[in-house]
C-alpha cells in the first residue's frame, strides 16, 4: 500500500475544485401532447417570473465562470435569461437533446443499478431488453462523463452552471457519482450542486429551491427580492405594463381578430422584408405580428416583451400555428434597451406601437439600431400626434386615461429625428388611418366601469369640436373614431 505523506495531502487539498451546477429549466407551458410532440414548449408567465428570481439568487451567491444548456426552448429559455442578467453568453450542447436512456424509469425502479441485483439476498435476472437499456445507459454515461471532465479540464477551479430538464439532472448525478440510476424530482429552477476535487464528485445539494416563492400558509422572513427584470428598465413603468397586460392577456384573444389581422398586413405589405429574413419584433405583444411574418417565410422570427403574461398569450398562439410557422418562431423576455442579442444580429427590426409608452425612447432606437446588420430595414409604426398644440395635449389625455402606461404620440418630424440619431436613414414613410370603434378600442385593454364612462365622455365631447383632432363621429349608439398611424421604412447605414 503507498504511503500518504503529509505533503501529499497538502498537495490534494490545494488541487483546484470544480463546482457544478445543475438547474432545472422553469416552469414550460402546458401543451397538449400531440403538440408537443411536433413543438419544441417555452415558458409560462410563471416560469419566466422564476428565470428573474432565479438570476437574482445566482447573482448574490455565485460567481458562475461558464453557462450551458441543453437544446430544448424551455432550457434555452432559461439560460438566456439568465446569461443576459449575469453577463454571461450561453453554450448550447446539441448533443444533448432527447431524453438519456433509462431516464423516464418510475421511481419504483429507482434501486436497479446492474442487470443481475441482490433485492434481499436473493439474486434476480432482468431480460435481455432490460439487459440492452443497462448497456445503453453505461455507454450514455461514459459519453456523459466525458463532456463533464471535458468542461473540468477546461474550467478547472471555477463554477459551471447547466440548464437541463429533470431527467437529465437524474441522469448527470448517476453517471458521474457511480450511484446507479434514480430519479430527481426536480422543481422549475431548483439547483443540484455537485464539488470535483482530487477527481471524485460530491453531491452537496439536490433539488435546492428555496429562491422560490414560498408557498401559501408558511411564513417568511424579508421582504421579497426585486426582479432583475425591474433593474432594466424604469421600474413603475415595468409594473404598471406588467400589471395592465395581465389582464389584458385575460381578455377574448379573437374579438376583433379579422380588423387587426388586416392592419397587420397592412404594415407588413409597407415593411416589404424579404423572404428567409431574420425579424425581430420589439414589443411583440400577444405574438400576433410575430406569428404573421413567421407565415410570411421569414427563416426566423423573435418577438420580446417585458410582460410575463403576455409572452404566455404569444407562447399559446405560436403552438396553434402551423408547426412549420411555429417552429420560425419563439419569444424572450426583455427589456427593448438592454437586448440579449449580439451586434448585427437581425435583417430586420419591428417596432410596433411601444415608443409611445417611452418618455426617453432614445436608448431604446439605439440599441434596436445596434442588433440591425448595415443594409437591414427598420419598420417603425406608432401613434401620430395631431400638429395642433391643443388637440395633441386633449389626444394625449384620452390616451392616458385609457391606459396608464402611455405616455405621448410624437410627431412625424421627431420620430424621423429619433431614427437619424440611431443611424437609421429613412426610405419610405406613410401615414396611414383607421376607422376604429370606440368599445371596440377600449376593450383591447381592462377597463373599469368609471374609467372607461370617462374615456367615452372624452370622445363624446369631441363629435360635434374635434377636441383632440380624431375625427369622432356617434352612428346610434356607436362612435367611431380615426386613429393615424406613422410608418416608416428605415435601412441602416
Given at each position: 500500500m503507498q504511503k500518504i505523506t503529509s505533503a501529499d495531502a497538502k498537495t490534494a487539498e490545494k488541487e483546484p475544485t470544480l463546482r457544478l451546477l445543475l438547474i432545472c429549466h422553469a416552469e414550460a407551458m402546458q401543451i397538449q401532447a400531440a403538440q408537443r410532440a411536433s413543438i419544441d414548449t417555452g415558458l409560462s408567465a410563471q416560469g419566466w417570473q422564476q428565470t428573474d428570481i432565479l438570476a437574482n439568487w445566482l447573482m448574490e451567491r455565485y460567481a458562475i465562470d461558464e453557462l450551458v444548456t441543453a437544446p430544448e426552448l424551455r432550457n434555452r429559455l432559461t439560460a438566456q435569461r439568465i446569461g443576459q442578467a449575469i453577463g454571461l453568453p450561453v453554450t448550447i450542447r446539441r448533443d444533448w437533446g432527447g431524453k438519456p436512456f433509462g431516464a423516464n424509469i418510475n421511481a419504483d425502479e429507482a434501486t436497479l443499478a446492474?442487470?443481475?441485483?441482490l433485492q434481499h439476498g436473493v439474486q434476480t435476472t432482468v431480460s435481455d431488453a432490460a439487459e440492452k437499456q443497462e448497456r445503453d445507459f453505461e455507454e450514455y454515461c461514459h459519453d456523459l462523463r466525458d463532456v463533464f471532465t471535458t468542461l473540468s479540464e477546461v474550467h478547472s477551479g471555477e463554477t459551471i452552471a447547466v440548464v437541463m430538464n429533470e431527467d437529465l439532472i437524474s441522469a448527470s448525478i448517476a453517471c458521474l457519482t457511480g450511484g446507479?440510476?434514480?430519479v430527481v424530482?426536480?422543481?422549475?429552477?431548483?439547483?443540484?450542486?455537485?464539488?470535483?476535487?482530487?477527481?471524485?464528485w460530491t453531491v452537496l445539494s439536490i433539488n435546492r429551491h428555496e429562491h422560490l416563492p414560498t408557498p401559501p400558509g408558511r411564513k417568511t422572513s424579508g421582504k421579497p427580492r426585486p426582479l432583475a427584470l425591474?433593474?432594466?428598465?424604469?421600474?413603475?413603468?415595468?409594473?404598471?405594463?406588467?400589471?395592465y397586460n395581465q389582464?389584458?392577456?385575460?381578455l377574448d384573444p379573437h374579438a376583433e381578430q379579422d380588423k387587426r389581422k388586416k392592419r397587420f398586413q397592412d404594415l407588413i405589405a409597407f415593411a416589404d422584408i424579404p423572404a428567409n429574413s431574420s425579424v425581430l419584433d420589439a414589443g411583440a405583444g400577444t405574438g400576433e405580428l410575430a406569428i404573421i411574418l413567421a407565415q410570411e417565410k421569414m427563416?426566423?422570427?423573435?418577438g420580446i416583451d417585458i410582460s410575463p403574461a403576455m409572452l404566455e398569450h404569444a407562447e399559446l398562439r405560436r403552438h396553434a400555428a402551423q408547426p412549420q410557422v411555429a417552429r420560425r418562431l419563439y419569444f424572450r423576455l426583455a427589456a427593448a434597451h438592454a437586448l440579449p442579442f449580439r451586434n448585427e444580429r437581425f435583417d430586420a427590426v419591428i417596432v410596433r406601437l411601444m415608443l409611445h409608452h417611452l418618455r426617453n425612447p432614445e436608448k431604446v432606437m439605439t440599441e434596436l439600431a445596434r442588433v440591425l446588420r448595415p443594409g437591414g430595414i427598420f419598420v417603425l409604426a406608432d401613434l401620430l400626434s395631431n400638429p395642433d398644440p391643443v388637440k395633441r395635449a386633449t389626444q394625449n389625455a384620452i390616451e392616458e386615461r385609457r391606459n396608464p402606461a402611455y405616455y405621448a404620440a410624437r410627431s412625424e418630424e421627431e420620430y424621423r429625428t429619433l431614427l437619424a440619431d440611431a443611424g437609421l436613414r429613412v426610405a419610405s414613410e406613410k401615414v396611414v388611418t383607421f376607422e376604429r370603434e370606440l368599445d371596440e378600442w377600449l376593450n383591447e385593454l381592462p377597463q373599469d366601469g368609471a374609467n372607461k364612462a370617462k374615456v367615452q365622455e372624452m370622445m363624446k365631447a369631441g363629435v360635434q369640436t374635434d377636441a383632440a383632432g380624431l375625427n369622432v363621429h356617434q352612428h346610434g349608439d356607436v362612435i367611431t373614431f380615426e386613429q393615424r398611424l406613422f410608418y416608416c421604412r428605415a435601412v441602416k447605414e
Open positions: 446492474l442487470p443481475h441485483v446507479g440510476r434514480f424530482r426536480a422543481e422549475p429552477t431548483s439547483i443540484a450542486e455537485l464539488r470535483l476535487q482530487n477527481g471524485h425591474a433593474e432594466e428598465m424604469d421600474a413603475g413603468l415595468t409594473d404598471l405594463v406588467n400589471t389582464a389584458a392577456a385575460r427563416q426566423e422570427v423573435i
